[in-house]
């Protein structure tokens, strides 16, 4: 059925109607995905200790969305709402991380950029963490990818079976790299296939960089698409040696350093092959910051929280969107925006149709040069795909089940309202004070869960007689 779907679009694609044409219409499309980064990382969103110069060039050439979600706080269904632009509960993809002894996975049948920008014919490539099924049905070339590079799930997590690593990172660890390299044996995949098991994580950030710089030269003559999720900065963190400072209250700080150097590579190889004026490039991360790493984790301030929670440290996270000539220059924007509008927001700057499915993103284009975004609200769900709130224009509702009392069975439940025109730290609970609010944001909210769990859609599953994965 996926085939045959993708035919029909691809076959569209080709027809002489202007909409599909050539050339200057089809911007290249490059995505690069940090993984717990928090809203506070980069210089260019405020950050006094670490330097990210490269990413700071891109914002002062392009444009700073500082009122940027994903849709989860969490690594699976996060990557899960970018790619298909659905809340992951549409897609099945609500419920938590997968490991690598998950029998189950994004199901190929889902709609991905990649799946539309390969029958619009562009080239397109992923380099980089997956973590949506490590098993060879559902590895990104069965996702609309034309190649993969990268490790299959997060980089604390073991082949086969997850068992034998350490407990936490550690700045014992980040002090003898070349031990803790081999402390996770998480697995390099190159298309299918297990090339190298443990992957040397010291090296990984810039072997990514090599692969999507090699695959934008093999593919200069053609639009091509850029999928490129850094395993970094999750925890355990690694750099090669010349990016080391063997201080562990550094650690982080040289890791997002290290990234932000080989964001430079890639913006430098864009420019020197002339495809600066019709390449578009896009800079966000998974979630916010694993604050309980401390030294080995980032920060989300001004925000409250960070990854994990429903409060804006876990999924308000640093966006910066470059296309030079399309987008001004040096603005930035609090229009309200998430990771499940770039498929709608990409079919309209190639000027190509979505299929007929139902999707929860946007087409933003229209915060590219002001402050208006046709999104108005967006739904809460905890790590675990509980719904825990709504964003509706400026105000957030949240609410909590806890117990009355420590060791109680009766729990009550808990309300909070903020306004994040004025309080994005979430320090002021006005749930009290605006009875009338809480209870129409909460009508709203369990009106659009229900509507999201009567069409959620399957999750690929394992065949109970299959041969063990990867």
């Known amino acids: ?25 089809n911007p290249n499309i490059i995505v690069i995905f940090a993984d717990d980064q928090g809203y506070n990382d980069l210089g260019c969103f405020g950050s006094e200790t670490i330097r ?38 549409r897609v099945g993809m609500h419920k938590g991380v997968l490991f690598p002894n998950s029998k189950h996975a994004l199901h190929p049948d889902e709609y991905t950029i990649a799946d539309h920008l390969k029958s619009a014919g562009y080239a397109t490539g992923c380099f980089g963490k997956w973590h949506l099924g490590h098993h060879p049905e559902t590895l990104p070339r069965a996702q609309g990818f034309d190649a993969y590079f990268g490790i299959p799930y997060s980089n604390d997590m073991n082949h086969p079976d997850n068992s034998g690593k350490p407990k936490t990172s550690s700045d014992q660890l980040w002090a003898d790299q070349s031990t803790a390299v081999n402390k996770w044996h998480t697995p390099l995949v190159e298309n299918e296939q297990v090339i190298e098991v ?25 639009p091509f698409f850029v999928y490129l999720p850094h395993s970094m900065p999750h925890i355990p963190l690694y750099v090669p040696e010349d990016a080391y400072d063997p201080n562990p209250q550094n650690a982080y700080r040289c890791v997002i350093e290290h ?20 390449t578009w ?69 190639t000027n190509t149709s979505l299929p007929e499915r139902k999707i929860d993103g946007h087409d933003i284009s229209s915060s590219f040069a002001s402050d208006q975004s046709p999104r108005m609200e967006m739904l809460y769900y905890s790590s675990g795909g509980k719904l825990e709130g709504i964003r509706s224009g400026n105000w957030k509702y949240l609410e909590r089940s806890i117990r009355k009392k420590s060791g109680a069975k009766q729990r009550e439940l808990k309300q909070l309202l903020f306004d994040l025109s004025n309080d994005i730290g979430e320090k002021n609970n006005c749930a009290e004070a605006n009875a009338d609010i809480v209870a129409e944001l909460r009508t709203k909210m369990i009106a659009a869960d229900k509507e999201i769990t009567a069409n959620t859609r399957p999750l690929w599953r394992k065949p109970a007689n299959a041969s063990a994965g990867k």
């Not at 085939?3 to 599909?20: E, K, Q, S, Y």
């Not at 994903?70 to 809340?87: D, E, H, M, N």
């Not at 896009?282 to 916010?288: A, E, F, H, Q, V």
């Not at 470059?322 to 700057?349: E, Q």
Request: hydrophobic share 35%; net charge positive; glycine share 8%.
């Open 1 to 25: 059925m996926r085939n045959l779907t993708l035919f029909f679009i691809a076959l569209i694609a080709l027809l002489p109607a202007g909409r599909h044409c050539r050339g200057e219409e």
């Open 52 to 89: 990210t110069p490269n990413i700071d060039q891109l914002a002062s050439e392009g444009r700073k969305y500082t009122s940027f979600y994903v849709a989860s706080p969490v690594c699976s269904p996060s990557r899960a709402a970018l790619l298909t632009g659905c809340y992951p509960k």
């Open 198 to 222: 443990p992957v040397d994580q010291r090296t990984i950030t810039r072997r990514y960089t090599d692969k999507a710089i090699n695959f934008i030269e093999a593919n200069r003559a053609r």
């Open 259 to 278: 990234v932000d150097a080989e964001v430079g590579r890639l913006v430098k190889t864009v420019r020197k092959l002339g495809l600066s004026e019709k």
């Open 281 to 349: 490039i896009i800079y966000t991360s998974d979630n916010g910051p694993w604050l309980r790493f401390k030294n080995h984790a980032g920060s989300a301030k001004p925000l409250r929280d960070g990854k994990g929670t429903t409060f804006e440290g876990g999924q308000r996270v640093p966006c910066v969107m470059w296309a030079p000539g399309r987008i001004p220059a040096g603005t930035s924007t609090n229009a309200f925006a998430s990771t499940m509008d770039l498929l709608p927001t990409i079919a309209a700057i």
